[in-house]
């Protein structure tokens, strides 16, 4: 079973809409949970990286969340542009420096 | 150049054929990984390398798959006797150190194998 999951697997929002991604995790101890984009046809590239002290971290549009204590992060992204248009993946690192992925959110941002 | 770099781009190969993937991470970067990624799926963990300790094999599916990575920068992935479900996106990274906190990974673009 999957110890990264995330919610939902798609979703399509308009132009200047706001929207929130959803990570749950049952990884255990951990060290940092990271959130990447990932463009069709590019490799990943790092949004933000938590770790278990911090609540909060913002990149731009991009803001994550975490709850160690429920073990729940989010991603929101604020007033989406049509680039943000990707896929969205949550990773966790345990303590031992394995990362495990999240199958990843779909973004698609409509005019 | 500043990235992950990743060769092929993409990689058609028949069914029985070997294949090599090659990577140059980022100069400086210790740590490189291989992953790979089916569609709908999330990255699956394959190799990972730390400056001279012994490689983390771990993830490897079968053992017609290997990976080296000579002097400590340039890695390079082979698929032995390729089969149909090896057709996915193989993703290199790489990062200053594994498990070293706020230290990123930083992806190659991958390689697209088919297998037909």
């Known amino acids: 079973k999957n110890q990264v999951e995330q919610s939902p697997q798609s979703l399509i929002i308009l132009e200047g809409k706001n929207c929130t991604l959803q990570?749950?995790?049952?990884?255990?101890?951990?060290?940092?949970l990271r959130w990447y984009k990932q463009d069709t046809g590019r490799g990943p590239v790092s949004l933000t990286i938590m770790t278990f002290s911090e609540n909060t971290k913002s990149n731009g549009r991009y803001t994550a969340t975490l709850d160690a204590d429920t073990k729940q992060s989010s991603l929101h992204i604020t007033a989406s542009q049509l680039s943000d248009s990707a896929s969205y993946i949550c990773?966790?690192?345990?303590?031992?420096?394995?990362?495990?992925f999240g199958a990843g959110t779909q973004v698609v941002v409509t005019p | 150049g500043a990235g992950v770099s990743q060769s092929p781009s993409n990689k058609v190969t028949e069914k029985g054929k070997d294949v090599e993937l090659r990577c140059d991470p980022i100069?400086?970067?210790?740590?490189l990984y291989w992953y790979r990624q089916s569609l709908g799926q999330g990255l699956e963990f394959l190799i990972y390398f730390q400056g001279n300790s012994a490689p983390d094999k771990s993830g490897l599916p079968s053992d017609r798959f290997s990976a080296e990575r000579t002097g400590g920068s340039v890695s390079t992935l082979t698929i032995q006797r390729t089969q149909q479900e090896d057709s996915a996106v193989y993703l290199c990274?790489?990062?200053?150190?594994?498990?070293?906190?706020?230290?990123?990974?930083?992806f190659g673009n991958g390689t697209r194998l088919t297998v037909t």
């Open positions: 990274a790489s990062s200053q150190a594994r498990g070293s906190g706020n230290s990123p990974l930083h």
């Open positions: 100069s400086g970067h210790t740590a």
């Open positions: 990570c749950n995790y049952t990884v255990s101890p951990f060290s940092n």
């Open positions: 990773v966790v690192d345990d303590s031992w420096g394995k990362l495990q």
